[in-house]
């Protein structure tokens, strides 16, 4: 009874969940994967025992069969992708991609703590990269709000140019069509008897805007004159300011107290 029974339980000496899948198994695959099969069972029969071995070849065997009647649909017994379908969108590319997302799956839902760490990596890469190419694109790739900026250029010697050096030569900076000055100059404003506030400013000749090409949103800016020695001190601020002090066009021609002194406002920046 026990030599009638060994045909039914084994093929050319593969246990029987072997013998199942080498049948389903397309040909130029079939060595290769009952080989690594068994090779695996080995190990395990060692290690764990003739039982555990075999119990593990039928999970295999369960799980594979499904999946190998399925693909004998369209696969064929040669184990090769028919010529009709190599040029077909999907074919086995897509198939590769589909079973790489899969197995990192699992990989993924075994180890969570790696899952986590995976996941925290990749989030603080794209956050860090978004962060970068932002700051990238905003100092190197946007376009300067100036008209015609290629042709905008800032000069200066070692020790910076004094007012005296700019007046000076004013008119005669050969090879520039126009040039102006300025420098940078934290202000104080103070309304209505209330604190002083410190706010952001600049002070430049005349021929800024004309030099930059940004025109006012309101009002004017600078004009030939209002730079010089005994001119009415005027001021030109910006959209924000602007909307602070209530956002009315009326505020042109009114006087704030910038810097310590009245200055008349002529203009308003988008």
Do not use: C
Not at 67 to 86: D, I, T, Y
Not at 110 to 132: D, F, K, N, Q, S
Not at 176 to 198: C, I, M, S
């Amino acid at each position: 009874m026990a030599a009638m029974s060994a045909p039914h339980a084994r093929r050319d000496g593969l246990p029987l969940p072997l013998a199942v899948m080498r049948t389903l198994l397309p040909s130029a695959e079939r060595d290769e994967v009952l080989a690594d099969l068994r090779a695996e069972a080995g190990t395990r029969r060692e290690r764990d025992g003739r039982f555990a071995a075999g119990a593990w070849l039928w999970r295999q065997a369960a799980g594979s069969v499904p999946a190998l009647l399925r693909r004998s649909w369209w696969r064929g017994w040669n184990g090769f992708e028919p010529q009709a379908n190599r040029l077909q969108p999907g074919g086995p590319m897509l198939e590769s991609w589909i079973m790489d997302v899969r197995f990192a799956a699992r990989r993924l839902r075994i180890r969570p703590t790696y899952a986590l760490l995976a996941v925290l990596t990749l989030a603080l890469g794209v956050g860090g990269t978004a962060a970068v190419y932002s700051l990238v694109k905003a100092l190197l790739l946007d376009p300067l709000p100036y008209r015609d900026e290629k042709s905008v250029a800032v000069f200066w010697n070692t020790f910076d140019w004094s007012e005296r050096e700019f007046l000076m030569l004013r008119g005669r900076f050969d090879g520039f069509g126009q040039v102006a000055a300025y420098r940078t100059n934290d202000v104080t404003l103070e309304q209505g008897g209330g604190p002083a506030r410190l706010l952001p400013g600049i002070s430049s000749s005349a021929e800024l805007f004309s030099v930059l090409g940004a025109a006012p949103l309101v009002g004017r800016g600078f004009q030939p004159g209002d730079d010089r020695p005994g001119a009415e001190p005027v001021a030109v601020i910006s959209y924000g300011l602007w909307q602070e002090l209530g956002g009315s066009r009326t505020i042109i021609g009114s006087r704030l107290s910038i810097g310590g002194a009245p200055r008349t406002v002529v203009g308003v920046m988008p």
